[in-house]
């Protein structure tokens, strides 16, 4: 599983490190995600896939 | 079960985000999502943030990740026959489903008296969108009539495109009967300061118009205010009169028991549906991108459980708004405070947080460029904590 995140379209909802705090992060000043991990072990797929969903924006991307 | 026939009606935010964890939970039978726009699916949220400024180019807003479906675009839903277990579409033809999932969302309110007037806009679609950005392109005077966010949002987007914007709300401050009236008016003070009229207290009775193009609006009272650009942002209503004599209960939307079941067979997620909070019994229906995208995944999980294992839908609602440079972020329900108190920054810094009393607990959270910092309050409103150990904590 490969991950990649588009920081312009991320509105800083934060719901991804409620879903996969292993995953993804927020930065400290504008919220904005960091991703913790690109390449997450399979332990951490489904909740990985279920933060890009309930991302607003649409601003994760899961591959493979 | 897998094999079953699921249609979904609806493929926007909510019906995406079914058909996406329809798959992902197994789903391996047949899955029809039918439209009616003519668009791919796309998000709604930048049309009046960055699609409306110009910033993003349409593509921007494509919502994708569902591979393997039928996808019928351009297709209107317009009669349910819950017997037959078959929807009508527009051009006549029927789809067949075992399952059937209505995420049809909700459409702009419009004024009544204005159809076929020119200049007169409302913000719900694509459409509607490229539309107004293009006639805000010779730089009129706009006028947004409505104190909520989309039109906030608009005037924001305007101003920063250079026009002439006037405000025009009937409440005592825009979004005050979301924010309360001390952040509805430190947000109001925040458009006058980037040039924008605001007209509070103002009730819109009808919209001026010369030789087919509108001239302005007439306030209660008899005040005409003149804007060749009219923005109608008054809010929204569920799309379910196609449902009309299917059996299915509608009120305000569709309404669902606290799985979000229908009857029938037939499930609703996203704007179009409404189901009673489980711990309040009382009825709700969110107008919120997260909400709808956390209710597919819902309808998808409940759907292949079947109805005997589906699990009530709980939610702590999240929404956010844009302009200028303030980000607003809202955990929980804000309407019918019965206090609201700062807890971080302040008003006249320009960012703070609130939290939100209703019936003794915290209801809501709200955040002004706090963005990190509010999740934490966020369990405040998950755990519906005592008011009384915030405010004495505050203290
Ligand atoms: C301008 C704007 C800005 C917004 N900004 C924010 C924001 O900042 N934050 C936030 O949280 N939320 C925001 N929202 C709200 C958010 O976009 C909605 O909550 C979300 O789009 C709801 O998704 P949905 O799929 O339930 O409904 P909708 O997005 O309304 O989609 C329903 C779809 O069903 C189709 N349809 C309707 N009837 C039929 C039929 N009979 N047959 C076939 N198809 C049909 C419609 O054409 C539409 O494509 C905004 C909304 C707008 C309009
Ligand atoms: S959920 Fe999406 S918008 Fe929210 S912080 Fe994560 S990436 Fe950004």
New interface residues.
Partial sequence: MEITVEEDKCVGAGQCVLVAPEVFDQRDDDGIVILLDARPPAAQHDATRQAAQVCPAAAILVRG | MTNRRVVVVGASAAGL?TA??LR?FGHDGPLVLIGEETHPPY?R?PLSKQLLSGAWHPD?LA?T?VGDLELRLGAEAIELDVDARQVRLDDGSRVGYDDLVVATGARARRLPGTDGIGGVHVLRTLDDALALREALTAKPHLLVVGGGFVGAEAAAVARELGCPVTLVTDIAQPMGDVLGTELGAMLAGLHREHGVVVHTGAAVEEIVHERGRASGVRVKGGTTLEAGLILVGIGAQPNVEWLGGSGLTLGNGVECDETLYAGHGVWAAGDVASWPDPRTGVRHRIE???NA??QG?AVARNLLAGRAAATAFTTVP?V?S?QYDR?I?IYGSTRGADDIRVVEGSTGEGRLIALYAKNGVVSAAVGINM??AL?GY?ALVADAAPWTSVIEGAA
Avoid: C, N, S
């Fill in positions: 985000a996406e964890a992902r998000d949220p921007k919502l990740g919120h991108r997260t995208g956390e995944i999240y956010w844009d980000k972020q963005i990190r999740r966020r």
